[in-house]
């Protein structure tokens, strides 16, 4: 039972008396209660609505009374009572004393491990009944607990190194550095990499006053900045204030999604977890507190004022004292918090928390050297590049009188981002010490890559991307002294065509600059260019994608199962709609209980049956094996070794959707896989190996789609799970989640509600799957006429095609047209009055599962079993 934390203070009138405890004291509260009902007619400004409010005191008093908005003259025989404002932990209790109480659940199992503890100013349980009438010992309350963040347990982890360091605009990757010091080990003997000495670091002095950690803390924002193709664009990726983004997958509005951070993890080695803010607020502070006990500091968004406007600003923590949160936070908290010893200290943490990135611990690094320059290729190689450069230099053929001061700002703005982010790009590049140049032993590419980096970005007097883009803030006349921005003497600037031509010739170099590192590193990746990276893949792959979401394939393990049959040279009869069809997919609708878990069809859940269902349709046997850290080498040799005999292997992969993949090829670093409408070999994460194996005897396809169609009474009434309903059940659940409410206690903002890779396809887990599964099943109607073709015995057919074409035809195109369809919004679902249509609609479709039973009930005798 988790309470509300909530804040409150109390003007109360009423009356109060002494409870003797050594007797049943029922009558007593009755006939205070009563005479407070009496009296209410003489009480001014009671608050509404009215509700009987007791407060049980320590020392056996106990008051009864009502609210009231403002302090007025009561009659004699009633008190006025103000309580100061405090914290409260808000219950729901239906019987006295099982929640509140010296032996309520609220004391004895709560309050010991929440982090709070009893405000001790104000002692004593607050109930507060629905109206003035039902207030008896069975009729059910809120139960009020005064607390107070515990104050017993404070710490603070020390020397964690305050950002920026250096240049260091983005706050995200800024604080992110910090924070990852003490996890990842580092500290001040730890040996720093000096690129420009291309040695470790001898305390020279030409780092200025910067002590080792400071040195480290700048590295790790080269890295991080640059891993993550941050370093390659013309903006940031949470800068609202742009037309469009240089960068893959961003879109204004873009704040940090989780595979976003992910994939920084995953380069990191670490473990982790996400809190956005409408967790409860007393687990926030218990997963906080516990990270800094543990001497990892948590990257956090607290509010405050960031170098992009909106909720941008992050801080880290770095401590917790009397409740508040202190830490690091580059003066962004500067008109919230208060500073001791250079940390800011923020009591009221719950008004502007917004969310946490708490780091749980370390794992195998998942994103590999070649990951990271492929990442940088995609950045590159944006079609915004293109557009931007054509763009910029259209400005400036059209400047005139009144937009020269609009332009030169243009100008600027996007200068401050290269000038800045190549640079950390290039020092990351250089040095052989670092998280990007850990990834691989390939000395000579690693100087190779050096090399280029150093002399497109950084190098003095080479056309680098550093000096020109200085070279055109001083065209604009920008510098330090005056503030890095434009003055009114740039817009006169821009109106000489001498300047202009000058400011379009050096941004053109650039965008040649950044053309050059994408071609050496596309040839690298490609294996051109003396790159020392041999590939295997395997030859004459399938030139098709595997599936196609237009024709409704949507469910991507059959067409790994297809795309494998034509791999090993099998009969074109073996395709999608197939393996759609005797895995039970295409005749199974599936609910899953939990919303924060998409589900996407049987196989997706039930993959162990619907693997064997496949392999033995078309006669091969097979190995399912889930990836671990001990087993991890071993599967790695074996994926080679399919490879090595033209044999692809099928991979789950570790994606929002959980997809399915065919391993084809393989480098010294990683395996290359073909996925989803996908013709071009990329690497991907797994969870789950499917490797294929002898050839058995293969039933007829006869024989196959017969026992399919057989089976669907068995698939229709599967037994529900803790976690999964099926069949008519499974319609029945997903209408009910839609009218029952369960959604409203989620704020429309929720990442519930945005977990599908298309930001238009909202409440995707509750709603848009289970609808995209009803449509994609339409596709039973073609499997059961191919059965009727191959088994013409099973006349029965002929009743259930129109069945199918009502439930997954008609029952869709209803569906799809009601509230959006597969963009559900949130304020929709969480209205269960708005959803009742649908959810009636749901039900009807569902019920057409009856009437397909109904039919091989009546006739066939004895249906195969799963």
Same mark, same amino acid.
């Given at each position: 039972?988790?309470?509300?934390?909530?804040k409150?203070?109390?003007?109360?009138v009423?009356?109060?008396?002494?409870?003797?405890?050594s007797?049943?004291?029922?009558? $007593?509260?009755?006939?205070?209660?009563?005479?407070?009902?009496?009296?209410?007619?003489?009480?001014?400004?009671?608050?509404?609505?009215?509700?009987?409010?007791g407060?049980? +005191?320590?020392?056996?008093?106990?008051?009864?009374?009502?609210?009231?908005?403002?302090?007025a003259?009561?009659?004699?025989?009633?008190?006025v009572?103000a309580?100061?404002?405090?914290?409260?932990?808000?219950?729901r209790?239906?019987?006295?004393?099982?929640?509140?109480?010296?032996?309520?659940?609220?004391?004895?199992?709560?309050?010991?491990?929440?982090?709070?503890?009893?405000?001790e100013?104000?002692?004593?349980?607050?109930?507060?009944?629905?109206?003035?009438?039902?207030?008896?010992?069975?009729?059910?309350?809120?139960?009020?607990i005064?607390?107070?963040?515990?104050?017993?347990?404070?710490?603070?982890? %020390?020397?964690?190194?305050?950002?920026?360091?250096?240049a260091?605009?983005?706050?995200?990757?800024?604080?992110?550095?910090?924070?990852?010091?003490?996890?990842l080990?580092?500290?001040e003997? &730890?040996p720093?990499?000096?690129?420009?000495?291309?040695?470790?670091?001898?305390?020279?002095?030409?780092?200025g006053?910067?002590? &080792?950690?400071?040195?480290?803390?700048? /590295?790790?924002?080269?890295?991080?900045?640059t891993?993550?193709?941050?370093?390659?664009?013309?903006?940031?990726?949470?800068?609202?204030?742009?037309?469009?983004?240089?960068?893959?997958?961003?879109?204004?509005?873009?704040?940090?999604?989780?595979?976003?951070?992910g994939?920084?993890?995953?380069?990191?080695?670490?473990?982790?977890?996400?809190?956005?803010?409408? !967790?409860?607020?007393?687990?926030?502070?218990?997963?906080i507190?516990?990270?800094?006990?543990?001497?990892?500091?948590?990257?956090? %968004?607290?509010?405050?004022?960031?170098?992009?406007?909106?909720?941008?600003?992050?801080?880290?923590?770095t401590?917790?004292?009397?409740?508040?949160?202190?830490?690091?936070?580059?003066?962004?908290?500067?008109?919230?918090?208060?500073?001791?010893?250079?940390?800011?200290?923020?009591?009221?943490? +719950?008004?502007?928390?917004?969310? !946490?990135?708490?780091?749980?611990g370390?794992?195998?690094?998942?994103?590999?050297?070649?990951?990271?320059?492929?990442?940088?290729?995609?950045?590159?190689?944006?079609?915004?590049?293109?557009?931007?450069e054509?763009?910029i230099?259209?400005?400036?053929?059209?400047?005139?009188?009144?937009?020269?001061?609009?332009?030169?700002?243009m100008?600027?703005?996007?200068?401050?981002? =290269?000038?800045?982010? %190549?640079?950390? @790009?290039?020092?990351?590049?250089?040095?052989?010490?670092?998280?990007?140049?850990c990834?691989?032993?390939?000395?000579?590419?690693?100087?190779?890559?050096?090399?280029?980096?150093?002399?497109?970005y950084i190098?003095?007097?080479?056309?680098?991307?550093?000096?020109v883009?200085?070279?055109?803030?001083?065209?604009?006349?920008?510098?330090?002294?005056?503030?890095?921005?434009?003055?009114?003497?740039a @817009?006169?600037?821009?109106?000489?065509?001498?300047?202009?031509?000058?400011?379009?010739?050096?941004?053109?170099?650039?965008?040649?600059?950044?053309?050059?590192?994408?071609?050496?590193?596309?040839?690298?990746?490609?294996?051109?260019?003396?790159?020392?990276?041999?590939?295997?893949?395997? =030859?004459?792959?399938?030139?098709?994608?595997?599936?196609s979401?237009?024709?409704g394939?949507?469910?991507?393990?059959?067409g790994?199962?297809?795309?494998?049959?034509?791999?090993?040279?099998?009969?074109?009869?073996?395709?999608?709609?197939?393996?759609?069809?005797?895995?039970?997919?295409s005749?199974?609708?599936?609910?899953?209980?939990n919303?924060?878990?998409?589900?996407?069809?049987?196989?997706?859940?039930?993959t162990?049956?619907?693997?064997?269902? @496949?392999?033995?349709a078309?006669?091969?046997?097979?190995?399912?094996?889930?990836?671990?850290?001990?087993?991890?080498?071993?599967?790695?040799?074996?994926?080679?070794? /399919?490879?090595?005999?033209?044999?692809?292997?099928?991979?789950?992969?570790?994606? &929002?959707?959980?997809?399915?993949?065919?391993?084809?090829?393989?480098?010294?670093? %990683?395996?290359?896989?073909?996925?989803?409408?996908?013709?071009?070999?990329?690497?991907?994460?797994?969870?789950?190996?499917?490797?294929?194996?002898?050839?058995k005897?293969? =039933?007829?396809?006869?024989? !196959?789609?017969?026992?399919?169609?057989?089976?669907?009474? @068995?698939?229709?009434?599967?037994?529900?799970?803790?976690?999964?309903?099926?069949?008519?059940?499974?319609f029945?659940?997903?209408?009910?989640?839609?009218?029952?409410?369960?959604?409203?206690?989620?704020?429309?903002?929720?990442?519930?509600?945005?977990?599908?890779?298309?930001?238009?396809?909202?409440?995707?887990?509750?709603?848009? $799957?289970?609808?995209?599964?009803?449509?994609?099943?339409?596709?039973a109607?073609?499997?059961?006429?191919?059965?009727?073709?191959?088994?013409?015995?099973?006349?029965?057919?002929?009743?259930?095609?129109?069945?199918?074409?009502?439930?997954?035809?008609?029952?869709?195109?209803e569906?799809?047209?009601?509230?959006?369809g597969?963009?559900l919004?949130?304020e929709?679902?969480?209205? /269960?009055?708005?959803?009742?249509?649908?959810?009636?609609?749901?039900?009807? !479709?569902?019920s057409?599962?009856?009437?397909?039973?109904?039919?091989?009930?009546?006739?066939i005798?004895?249906?195969?079993?799963?």
């Amino acid at each position: 039972m988790k309470p509300e934390i909530m804040k409150k203070e109390f003007l109360l009138v009423g009356l109060e008396t002494q409870i003797d405890f050594s007797k049943d004291f029922s009558k $007593t509260l009755e006939d205070l209660r009563e005479t407070l009902r009496q009296n209410l007619n003489q009480i001014p400004n009671m608050s509404a609505p009215v509700r009987m409010v007791g407060f049980w +005191q320590p020392d056996g008093c106990y008051f009864t009374g009502v609210e009231v908005s403002e302090e007025a003259p009561v009659p004699k025989d009633l008190i006025v009572k103000a309580l100061p404002e405090s914290l409260f932990a808000k219950f729901r209790e239906e019987k006295r004393g099982t929640v509140g109480g010296p032996g309520g659940y609220a004391y004895n199992q709560w309050l010991p491990e929440s982090g709070f503890r009893v405000n001790e100013e104000l002692p004593g349980d607050f109930e507060i009944f629905d109206d003035m009438e039902h207030c008896d010992e069975d009729d059910g309350c809120d139960i009020l607990i005064p607390i107070r963040p515990n104050t017993f347990n404070q710490k603070q982890i %020390r020397g964690v190194v305050p950002f920026p360091c250096d240049a260091e605009s983005d706050s995200f990757f800024g604080a992110l550095a910090s924070a990852l010091l003490p996890i990842l080990g580092y500290s001040e003997e &730890t040996p720093y990499w000096c690129p420009p000495k291309a040695a470790y670091c001898i305390g020279c002095g030409g780092c200025g006053d910067k002590t &080792t950690l400071q040195k480290h803390q700048l /590295s790790v924002y080269h890295a991080l900045l640059t891993a993550t193709g941050t370093a390659f664009g013309f903006d940031y990726p949470e800068d609202d204030e742009v037309d469009c983004h240089s960068f893959e997958d961003v879109e204004i509005g873009w704040r940090w999604p989780d595979a976003f951070i992910g994939y920084i993890m995953g380069f990191a080695g670490l473990t982790w977890k996400r809190i956005m803010r409408d !967790a409860d607020q007393s687990e926030i502070y218990k997963a906080i507190t516990a990270s800094i006990d543990r001497g990892y500091p948590v990257l956090a %968004r607290l509010g405050g004022h960031g170098v992009f406007p909106g909720e941008t600003a992050w801080q880290v923590v770095t401590g917790y004292k009397d409740g508040a949160l202190c830490g690091l936070d580059a003066n962004s908290l500067s008109e919230t918090a208060a500073y001791s010893d250079g940390l800011f200290l923020l009591q009221n943490w +719950q008004d502007s928390f917004i969310d !946490a990135v708490i780091i749980t611990g370390h794992q195998e690094k998942s994103v590999t050297y070649m990951d990271v320059l492929d990442r940088i290729i995609r950045t590159l190689s944006h079609p915004s590049h293109a557009k931007l450069e054509n763009d910029i230099m259209a400005k400036l053929d059209a400047v005139t009188p009144e937009n020269a001061e609009e332009t030169a700002m243009m100008m600027c703005g996007i200068t401050g981002v =290269p000038i800045e982010a %190549r640079w950390h @790009a290039a020092e990351a590049f250089c040095s052989m010490d670092n998280m990007i140049s850990c990834l691989t032993e390939e000395q000579a590419l690693k100087s190779r890559l050096s090399d280029l980096f150093f002399k497109k970005y950084i190098a003095d007097h080479n056309d680098e991307t550093h000096g020109v883009c200085w070279k055109i803030w001083r065209l604009l006349g920008v510098g330090p002294e005056t503030g890095y921005w434009i003055t009114p003497e740039a @817009a006169k600037r821009l109106l000489n065509p001498e300047t202009r031509n000058e400011i379009k010739r050096l941004f053109r170099i650039v965008f040649d600059n950044d053309r050059a590192v994408l071609a050496e590193l596309t040839a690298v990746c490609k294996g051109g260019g003396g790159d020392p990276v041999p590939k295997k893949m395997i =030859p004459n792959l399938p030139a098709h994608p595997m599936i196609s979401n237009m024709a409704g394939q949507n469910y991507w393990l059959n067409g790994c199962m297809a795309y494998l049959m034509e791999c090993l040279g099998e009969s074109p009869d073996y395709d999608y709609w197939f393996f759609s069809g005797v895995t039970g997919d295409s005749f199974l609708q599936v609910y899953g209980k939990n919303p924060e878990q998409m589900v996407l069809c049987y196989s997706d859940i039930m993959t162990d049956t619907a693997l064997k269902k @496949a392999f033995d349709a078309c006669g091969y046997g097979y190995a399912y094996d889930k990836i671990t850290e001990g087993n991890r080498e071993m599967l790695g040799k074996r994926i080679r070794e /399919s490879i090595d005999r033209n044999i692809p292997v099928i991979a789950r992969v570790e994606n &929002t959707f959980r997809s399915f993949a065919v391993i084809c090829g393989y480098d010294a670093e %990683r395996f290359y896989s073909i996925m989803g409408e996908e013709t071009t070999p990329a690497a991907y994460s797994y969870s789950n190996l499917i490797f294929v194996g002898d050839k058995k005897e293969q =039933p007829a396809l006869a024989v !196959a789609y017969k026992d399919a169609v057989l089976a669907v009474p @068995a698939l229709m009434t599967i037994q529900e799970t803790e976690d999964y309903s099926f069949g008519e059940k499974a319609f029945i659940d997903w209408a009910e989640s839609l009218e029952d409410g369960r959604y409203q206690k989620y704020p429309a903002e929720s990442k519930l509600f945005h977990t599908h890779g298309d930001p238009s396809f909202t409440c995707w887990n509750m709603h848009g $799957t289970y609808l995209c599964m009803l449509g994609t099943n339409l596709c039973a109607v073609d499997f059961l006429k191919k059965a009727y073709e191959f088994n013409t015995e099973l006349t029965f057919i002929e009743q259930l095609l129109p069945i199918y074409e009502k439930q997954c035809g008609k029952g869709f195109m209803e569906l799809i047209g009601m509230e959006g369809g597969f963009s559900l919004p949130p304020e929709a679902i969480r209205d /269960s009055a708005r959803m009742k249509p649908v959810s009636d609609a749901i039900k009807k !479709a569902g019920s057409y599962c009856g009437d397909i039973l109904k039919v091989f009930e009546q006739e066939i005798s004895e249906p195969v079993s799963l």
